[in-house]
Protein backbone atom coordinates (compact mmCIF):
# COMPACT_ATOMS: atom_id res chain seq x y z
CA UNK A 1 0.00 0.00 0.00
CA UNK A 2 1.73 2.96 -1.23
CA UNK A 3 0.38 4.92 1.97
CA UNK A 4 2.06 2.90 4.71
CA UNK A 5 5.23 2.77 2.65
CA UNK A 6 5.62 6.33 1.93
CA UNK A 7 4.68 6.81 6.39
CA UNK A 8 7.69 3.61 6.54
CA UNK A 9 10.18 5.95 4.25
CA UNK A 10 8.88 9.14 6.47
CA UNK A 11 9.81 7.50 9.49
CA UNK A 12 13.39 6.75 8.18
CA UNK A 13 14.06 10.79 7.34
CA UNK A 14 14.03 9.24 3.41
CA UNK A 15 11.42 11.62 2.44
CA UNK A 16 10.02 14.91 3.05
CA UNK A 17 6.08 15.46 4.62
CA UNK A 18 3.55 14.48 2.01
CA UNK A 19 0.18 14.98 1.41
CA UNK A 20 -1.83 12.84 -0.90
CA UNK A 21 -5.31 14.20 -2.45
CA UNK A 22 -7.46 11.74 -4.09
CA UNK A 23 -10.82 10.42 -4.93
CA UNK A 24 -11.87 6.51 -4.10
CA UNK A 25 -13.61 4.53 -6.07
CA UNK A 26 -17.05 3.46 -3.92
CA UNK A 27 -15.55 1.59 -0.37
CA UNK A 28 -16.51 1.54 2.90
CA UNK A 29 -13.53 1.34 5.43
CA UNK A 30 -14.01 0.46 9.27
CA UNK A 31 -11.32 1.92 11.50
CA UNK A 32 -9.03 0.14 13.79
CA UNK A 33 -12.13 -0.87 16.56
CA UNK A 34 -14.71 -0.39 14.91
CA UNK A 35 -17.36 -3.37 14.71
CA UNK A 36 -19.94 -4.42 11.68
CA UNK A 37 -22.78 -3.35 14.09
CA UNK A 38 -23.21 -0.24 11.91
CA UNK A 39 -23.76 -1.50 8.61
CA UNK A 40 -27.21 -1.65 7.37
CA UNK A 41 -26.60 -3.89 4.95
CA UNK A 42 -25.06 -7.40 5.28
CA UNK A 43 -24.09 -7.73 1.41
CA UNK A 44 -21.46 -5.03 1.64
CA UNK A 45 -18.34 -6.08 2.41
CA UNK A 46 -16.12 -3.59 4.39
CA UNK A 47 -12.48 -3.12 4.18
CA UNK A 48 -10.56 -3.26 7.43
CA UNK A 49 -8.75 0.22 7.98
CA UNK A 50 -5.41 1.10 10.11
CA UNK A 51 -7.20 4.42 10.92
CA UNK A 52 -9.46 5.43 14.01
CA UNK A 53 -13.00 5.99 13.96
CA UNK A 54 -15.93 3.46 12.74
CA UNK A 55 -17.58 2.75 9.45
CA UNK A 56 -17.55 5.12 6.86
CA UNK A 57 -17.82 5.63 3.00
CA UNK A 58 -15.65 6.98 0.55
CA UNK A 59 -16.48 6.99 -3.35
CA UNK A 60 -16.39 9.39 -6.44
CA UNK A 61 -17.90 13.36 -5.09
CA UNK A 62 -15.19 12.95 -1.67
CA UNK A 63 -11.87 14.58 -1.29
CA UNK A 64 -10.34 12.52 0.34
CA UNK A 65 -6.48 13.98 2.01
CA UNK A 66 -3.87 11.78 3.66
CA UNK A 67 -1.07 14.11 5.28
CA UNK A 68 2.00 11.66 6.40
CA UNK A 69 3.20 14.15 8.47
CA UNK A 70 5.85 13.38 11.04
CA UNK A 71 4.76 15.95 14.11
CA UNK A 72 7.03 17.75 15.43
CA UNK A 73 8.11 18.01 19.42
CA UNK A 74 5.87 21.27 20.40
CA UNK A 75 2.65 19.31 17.67
CA UNK A 76 2.68 16.22 19.39
CA UNK A 77 -1.20 16.20 20.23
CA UNK A 78 -3.26 13.65 18.02
CA UNK A 79 -6.34 15.59 19.99
CA UNK A 80 -4.63 19.09 18.36
CA UNK A 81 -3.91 17.48 15.16
CA UNK A 82 -7.62 15.98 14.79
CA UNK A 83 -8.91 19.93 15.62
CA UNK A 84 -6.22 21.19 13.39
CA UNK A 85 -7.61 19.10 9.99
CA UNK A 86 -10.76 20.35 11.35
CA UNK A 87 -9.67 23.80 11.13
CA UNK A 88 -8.54 23.14 7.62
CA UNK A 89 -12.10 22.16 6.52
CA UNK A 90 -13.98 24.80 8.29
CA UNK A 91 -11.38 27.39 6.79
CA UNK A 92 -11.99 25.63 3.72
CA UNK A 93 -15.39 26.23 3.98
CA UNK A 94 -16.00 29.87 4.26
CA UNK A 95 -13.90 29.90 1.02
CA UNK A 96 -17.66 28.98 -0.09
CA UNK A 97 -19.39 31.14 2.00
CA UNK A 98 -20.44 27.88 3.87
CA UNK A 99 -20.42 28.46 7.57
CA UNK A 100 -19.04 25.19 9.00
CA UNK A 101 -18.11 24.27 12.59
CA UNK A 102 -17.41 21.75 15.11
CA UNK A 103 -19.83 19.53 17.13
CA UNK A 104 -19.01 18.96 20.95
CA UNK A 105 -17.68 15.65 21.57
CA UNK A 106 -17.67 14.55 17.63
CA UNK A 107 -15.13 14.37 15.58
CA UNK A 108 -15.28 15.83 12.47
CA UNK A 109 -17.27 19.34 10.51
CA UNK A 110 -20.51 19.83 10.10
CA UNK A 111 -22.80 22.30 8.68
CA UNK A 112 -26.22 23.30 10.26
CA UNK A 113 -25.87 19.67 12.38
CA UNK A 114 -25.12 17.75 9.28
CA UNK A 115 -21.81 16.58 8.84
CA UNK A 116 -19.39 17.61 5.85
CA UNK A 117 -16.41 15.84 6.51
CA UNK A 118 -15.30 12.60 8.52
CA UNK A 119 -12.07 12.39 10.14
CA UNK A 120 -10.20 9.19 10.42
CA UNK A 121 -6.02 9.15 11.24
CA UNK A 122 -3.22 7.08 12.75
CA UNK A 123 -0.15 8.03 14.04
CA UNK A 124 3.06 6.11 14.57
CA UNK A 125 6.19 7.07 15.90
CA UNK A 126 4.87 10.25 15.25
CA UNK A 127 3.62 9.70 11.60
CA UNK A 128 0.14 10.31 10.76
CA UNK A 129 -1.48 8.60 8.42
CA UNK A 130 -5.00 8.55 6.75
CA UNK A 131 -6.77 11.63 7.53
CA UNK A 132 -10.09 13.46 6.30
CA UNK A 133 -12.75 13.22 3.21
CA UNK A 134 -14.86 16.00 2.39
CA UNK A 135 -18.01 15.48 0.38
CA UNK A 136 -18.34 18.05 -2.52
CA UNK A 137 -20.38 15.94 -5.01
CA UNK A 138 -24.27 15.96 -4.54
CA UNK A 139 -24.43 11.68 -4.63
CA UNK A 140 -24.81 10.74 -1.02
CA UNK A 141 -26.49 7.58 -1.26
CA UNK A 142 -23.15 5.69 -0.30
CA UNK A 143 -23.94 6.41 2.86
CA UNK A 144 -27.23 5.04 3.09
CA UNK A 145 -25.92 1.74 3.82
CA UNK A 146 -24.10 2.61 7.02
CA UNK A 147 -24.59 4.60 10.34
CA UNK A 148 -21.76 7.20 9.17
CA UNK A 149 -18.97 7.21 11.90
CA UNK A 150 -21.28 5.09 14.11
CA UNK A 151 -23.23 7.85 14.93
CA UNK A 152 -27.07 6.97 14.92
CA UNK A 153 -29.14 9.57 12.91
CA UNK A 154 -26.60 11.53 11.21
CA UNK A 155 -27.14 12.84 8.28
CA UNK A 156 -24.84 13.67 5.21
CA UNK A 157 -24.28 17.05 3.32
CA UNK A 158 -21.61 17.97 0.51
CA UNK A 159 -20.05 21.48 -0.07
CA UNK A 160 -22.17 21.24 -3.19
CA UNK A 161 -25.98 21.03 -1.56
CA UNK A 162 -27.18 24.92 -1.68
CA UNK A 163 -24.75 26.27 -3.23
CA UNK A 164 -24.29 24.63 -6.71
CA UNK A 165 -21.19 22.43 -8.35
CA UNK A 166 -17.92 22.77 -6.68
CA UNK A 167 -14.88 22.70 -8.94
CA UNK A 168 -12.43 19.96 -7.57
CA UNK A 169 -9.46 21.45 -9.03
CA UNK A 170 -9.86 24.57 -7.24
CA UNK A 171 -11.20 22.77 -3.88
CA UNK A 172 -8.12 20.89 -4.05
CA UNK A 173 -6.08 24.13 -4.63
CA UNK A 174 -7.93 25.96 -1.32
CA UNK A 175 -7.22 22.72 0.76
CA UNK A 176 -3.70 22.91 0.02
CA UNK A 177 -3.72 26.46 0.77
CA UNK A 178 -5.38 26.41 4.16
CA UNK A 179 -3.65 23.10 5.31
CA UNK A 180 -0.14 24.74 4.62
CA UNK A 181 -0.54 28.11 6.61
CA UNK A 182 -2.64 26.10 9.92
CA UNK A 183 0.20 23.50 9.63
CA UNK A 184 3.40 25.49 8.63
CA UNK A 185 4.45 23.18 5.80
CA UNK A 186 4.26 24.49 2.07
CA UNK A 187 2.59 22.47 -0.77
CA UNK A 188 3.55 22.11 -3.58
Known amino acids: MLQQSLVERRKRAEIEDQLLLLEHSPVYTLGRGASLEHLKDPAIQPVR ?16 AYPILLLEEGRRDLHRYLRDLEQVVIDLC ?13 TGVWIGG ?27 RGFDAIVPCGLQGVEMISLSHGRGAVDRDDLEERFCRHFSRIFGREIL
Open 114 to 140: KKLASIGVRASSWVTSHGVAINYGRDL
Open 49 to 64: SGRGGEITYHGPGQLV
Open 94 to 106: ADYDLRAEREAGK
